[in-house]
């Protein structure tokens, strides 16, 4: 039994207790409070309310007025821009109480957090900007008595859903784009770490925000969660999670036929070719693998290496993967952090188990870390990984990374392409008609060339096949909260059907 060393940080930390936004009220809701134990120190650190049913339909009656009746979807363009900027100032001026919040709830590295909160920040800043200039398009082709004019007009409300591995970064991937194009919305994070989108809401009602345009309920997914993808108020979910949850959402939301928008889970490659910069890519290879503990659907947990160069290459991650600082997420020199729970930290042991007994090499790590803090995960290496096992082709969730090897450009492509997933790849190489080859065969929906994981707030993300449906981020972003009007209209005499003239 791990013995939990509270520490000095938190000294004279009291566990916060929160409330729910409903309408503009904070409320505790009909249920008692979920705790919150700090996954990398063993305290209770948070209190929400364990919102039910009755608490999301009563968000979802809220929004639904909000949209029918209130000033938002009302408001011109920049008016909303300017409240989406307002909110993006108070993020930035709140940045390290939030990040402090996701830290403590998540497990992840203080200085990570702070990052998350800096790109955060920017999205509602891309987005407030996305709000002045959300336009359809005309056709004065028609002929001489025609005009046709296509609106974008927001879809209604929607249903927010987002997981517990970004809370602040996650929650804002949607909600600025479906604030700026005019939505009301029910926002559920995941009742591991509700805290940052909690005070997101504080940040909203400051930023002038109206009552019931954004409503927060906490709670479980099964009770608070599937209200919100079944309801028949609710004109489109928007979700984020694991691709069987995402599964459930479609189905639910099928009843309705509700739109959805579905960002799940990801076993993304990274192909790695003899002439690559191999120095760039060994420091690409540890961030991708162990960058937030590996609980990333854009890990890069599959390494997929050129023959000639395998045993080189997987020796050289190996040792930078040593020096990677395991430890207190507190601790701004900490890289790698705890694991969520102490049921995922099991799991993450169980794949590693299962690829030893089919055959896998453990290169390094393996095996849980006792710190005397919370649960931790050594960062792990799998050698002699085939295609066909259960830890090349699931997602493992955890600080594991599977190498497998190739010979051929064309089988490497076949590697990559052989899994349920499509989210992101990358693909290392200084020959730019490797690159081209690798990023058009690929399918995913992002494929980094000789760089990984890094994004903007400009440029799309999402995934193909059981990565996902739809994409966030980018100028499209906010048409995704759009229903599409088609305005046919008519000047002079019309063209009679019975009678033609
Ligand atoms: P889950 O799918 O378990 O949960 C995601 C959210 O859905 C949580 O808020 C959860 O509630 C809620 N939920 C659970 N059951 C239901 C239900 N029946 N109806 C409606 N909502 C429900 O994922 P995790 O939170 O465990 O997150 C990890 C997963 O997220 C990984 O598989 C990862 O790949 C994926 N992910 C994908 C990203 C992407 O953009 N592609 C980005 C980040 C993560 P609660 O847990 O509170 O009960």
Redesign the pocket.
């Known amino acids: 039994m791990t013995a939990h060393v509270k520490p000095k940080a938190l000294d004279d930390f009291k566990a916060r207790d929160f409330r729910m936004l409903i309408d503009g009220m904070w409320t505790d809701g009909a249920g008692n409070a979920l705790e919150r134990v700090a996954p990398g120190h063993g305290v209770v650190v948070s209190r929400y309310p364990a919102g039910t049913k009755a608490d999301a339909e009563r968000a979802i009656a809220a929004a639904r007025k909000a949209f029918d009746d209130g000033p938002w979807p009302r408001m011109t363009g920049a008016e909303r821009s300017n409240i989406l900027l307002k909110a993006a100032d108070l993020i930035a001026a709140k940045a390290d109480e939030l990040a402090f919040l996701d830290c403590i709830e998540s497990g992840k590295p203080i200085s990570q957090a702070k990052g998350e909160l800096g790109g955060a920040a920017d999205i509602w800043r891309y987005a407030a900007a996305l709000a002045r200039d959300l336009h359809g398009e005309s056709y004065n082709t028609l002929g001489e008595g025609t005009l046709g004019v296509v609106l974008r007009e927001a879809i209604g409300v929607v249903s927010i ?6 809370p602040f970064l ?1 929650v804002s991937q949607k909600l600025p784009f479906a604030l700026a194009a005019g939505c009301t919305t029910v926002v ?5 770490t509700s805290g940052s989108t909690l005070l997101l809401g504080e940040i909203l009602i400051e930023a002038g925000v109206p009552a019931g345009v954004v409503n927060i309920v906490t709670g ?3 009770e608070v ?2 209200p ?2 079944t309801h028949p108020d609710v004109d489109m979910v928007s ?7 995402g599964r ?2 479609m189905a639910n939301a099928a009843q309705t036929l509700k739109k959805v928008s579905l ?4 076993k993304n490659p990274q192909i790695v070719f003899p002439d690559a910069n191999l120095d760039e890519f060994i420091d690409a290879a540890v961030f991708g693998a162990y960058f937030n503990a590996g609980e990333c ?1 854009n890990a890069g947990s599959r390494l997929i290496l050129h023959k000639s160069i395998a045993a080189d290459v997987t020796a050289r991650v190996a040792e930078l993967a040593k020096k990677v600082k395991v430890g207190d997420p507190l601790d701004p020199t900490t890289q790698v952090g705890a694991i969520i729970t102490p049921q995922h930290l099991a799991k993450i042991g169980t794949y590693v188990e299962g690829a030893a007994k089919a055959g896998a090499s453990v290169a390094l790590g393996g095996t849980a870390l006792d710190l005397g803090l919370g649960q931790f995960m050594a960062p792990t290496i799998l050698s002699g990984v085939k295609p066909d096992m259960a830890v090349a082709r699931e ?1 493992v ?1 955890g600080p594991v990374l599977s190498v497998l090897t190739f010979e051929t450009t064309d089988e490497a492509i076949r590697i990559a392409n052989a899994i349920d997933y499509g ?1 992101s790849a990358g693909v290392w190489s200084r020959d730019f008609d490797t690159c081209l080859t690798i990023g058009r065969k690929v399918r995913a929906g992002t494929v980094w060339m000789n760089t990984f994981m890094d994004g903007a707030s400009e440029l799309p993300f999402g ?1 193909y096949r059981q ?2 449906l739809g994409r966030e981020l980018g100028r499209h972003a906010v048409e995704d909260y759009t229903e599409t009007k088609t305005l046919n209209m008519h000047m002079g005499a019309r063209t009679g059907w019975w009678m033609p003239r």
């Open positions: 859903i987002t997981p517990w591995n970004f996650i559920k994070p995941s009742e591991l479980t997914g099964p969660g599937a919100m993808t979700f984020t999670g694991s691709t069987g949850v459930l959402t960002e799940l889970g990801g659907c997602e969730f989210l995934g990565s996902g």
